[in-house]
């Protein structure tokens, strides 16, 4: 069984920064890539960033590009997502995700992320 409990999150005005964290269990994480998503309130869950199993490849969002970094420490079973210049639009539950195939099977419970005006 994987675990993944996100941590990082909170409430921050805008124009600021957050740092998220995605501590995993198991000796499993270093070779699956990983992904980032989010959902805000009445709206569906959408991807936010994704890394391979080896942090040579990301993909984002067009809607955070340019904003935040996904990283990811093997060493450490942690996978993170550094998040600056903040909007309010950013207010939403993050969830990192493992991706096994064409699908996510692992998810985390989530951290809230809210941006002040």
């Known amino acids: 069984q994987v675990q993944l409990v996100e941590s990082g999150g909170g409430l921050v005005q805008a124009g600021g920064s957050l740092r998220l964290s995605c501590a995993a269990s198991?000796?499993?994480?270093?070779?699956?890539?990983m992904g980032w998503f989010r959902q805000a309130p009445g709206k569906e869950r959408e991807f936010v960033a994704h890394?391979?199993?080896?942090?040579?490849?990301?993909a984002y969002a067009d809607f955070v590009k340019g904003r935040f970094t996904i990283s990811r420490d093997n060493a450490k079973n942690t996978l993170y997502l550094q998040m600056n210049k903040l909007t309010p639009e950013d207010t939403a539950r993050y969830y990192c995700?493992?991706?096994?195939?064409?699908?996510?099977?692992?998810w985390g419970q989530g951290t809230q992320v809210t941006v002040s005006s």
């Open positions: 890394i391979t199993w080896s942090g040579d490849n990301t």
């Open positions: 995700a493992r991706q096994f195939g064409t699908t996510y099977d692992y």
């Open positions: 198991g000796r499993t994480f270093s070779g699956y890539s």
